[in-house]
């Protein structure tokens, strides 16, 4: 317990951060015909809560006109006059209030697939220190609600599941009443995968044996 608590606290010093980045960008980026690769940007934060080193997401608004209700990290359209990262930011301090001050910024990876390949995400890894609810202001007509996941919740095999889309196999994590699928399961995985060793998130997504069915 304490190696692993030690390997998840190094995630947020620089060589880890280093590493992590060099990693994430060896993914090969996908081009989808007839659509530019920033399409859209998301934060995808890795923060401390209470000194646990977490991840953020938001559960979007059932005020939206798609994935509505889905978890989602923040983020939105890129508006083709800023860069990826101010996509991102931008978008975060409009949903969830969170101000960009508080981000360390580590980077972007590749853009993915996203919204039944009709767009381009590219995610941006970031590092919120000592995360607050007075760091927070929700904007309730874009996200319905705003929670952290342990890391160490998602490194634990048994919250580990798998979904089949289209014939392929993505990752799925259950956290409390909370279920982490699509392209931010993806995300999370490979962010976890670049940036902790095999000993302390090892998640064969093919060797999964537990599937759990795609939303209806």
């Not at 202001?137 to 160490?152: G, H, L």
Request: glycine share 6%; charged share 25%.
């Amino acid at each position: 317990m304490c190696a692993k608590a030690n390997s998840l606290e190094g995630l947020f010093n620089m060589a880890t951060r280093q590493q992590c980045m060099t990693k994430i960008k060896r993914y090969p980026a996908v081009s989808l015909s007839k659509l530019r690769p920033d399409s859209e940007a998301v934060l995808v934060p890795l923060c401390r809560v209470d000194g646990i080193p977490s991840i953020l997401y938001t559960v979007r608004s059932q005020h939206l006109w798609y994935n509505k209700g889905e978890i989602a990290f923040p983020g939105g359209v890129n508006n083709k006059k800023e860069t990826l990262i101010e996509t991102a930011l931008r978008h975060t301090e409009e949903d969830i209030g969170l101000k960009p001050d508080k981000i360390d910024i580590w980077g972007n990876g590749p853009a993915f697939p996203g919204r039944d390949n009709k767009i381009l995400v590219t995610p941006v890894i970031a590092s919120v220190d000592r995360l607050t609810d007075a760091d927070l202001n929700v904007n309730n007509k874009k996200v319905a609600e705003v929670f952290t996941v342990a890391i160490e919740v998602l490194c634990d095999p048994n919250n580990q599941f798998a979904s089949n889309c289209d014939g392929f196999l993505l990752p799925v994590f259950a956290a409390d009443k909370y279920i982490i699928r699509g392209l931010t399961a993806y995300i999370t995985h490979v962010l976890l995968n670049c940036a902790l060793s095999k000993d302390v998130y090892n998640n064969d997504i093919l060797k999964r044996k537990k599937i759990m069915a795609p939303l209806k």
